[in-house]
């Protein structure tokens, strides 16, 4: 079995910084591209940001500038720094990971983190 397990998430003031953290355990043969998620209530589940296994990154218009997505490849682990926070960006946080659990599988499969809430007050 695949785990994915977020932290992180907390209650900040708009214009502040929260880092989260998504470590993937388990049977795990490979990770592909890894990225992060978010749901506001009322809204559909967006993307926010994602990285190959080679680093490269793509992210939202809305958050260009202000987060950051980053991945440690030795920990299974991905990052979002998010800068400049906003009470817009309100939301619960999901990570994603696209794994090969064993060299049996000839590609990759989607796991999901349960969620971390992130709260921006203004």
């Known amino acids: 079995q695949v785990h994915l397990v977020e932290s992180g998430g907390g209650l900040v003031q708009a214009g502040g910084s929260l880092t989260l953290s998504c470590a993937a355990s388990g049977s795990i043969f490979s990770i592909n591209a890894m990225g992060w998620y978010r749901q506001a209530p009322g809204k559909q589940r967006e993307v926010v940001a994602d990285i190959t296994s080679g680093g490269g990154t793509n992210y939202a218009d809305f958050v260009k500038g202000r987060f950051t997505i980053s991945r440690d490849n030795a920990k299974n682990t991905v990052y979002l720094q998010m800068n400049s926070l906003k009470p817009e960006d309100t939301a619960v946080y999901y990570c994603?990971?696209?794994?090969?659990?064993?060299?049996?599988?000839?590609?990759?499969?989607?796991?999901w983190g349960q969620g971390t809430q992130v709260t921006v007050s203004s």
């Open positions: 994603n990971a696209n794994i090969r659990p064993t060299f049996l599988q000839r590609s990759g499969r989607d796991y």
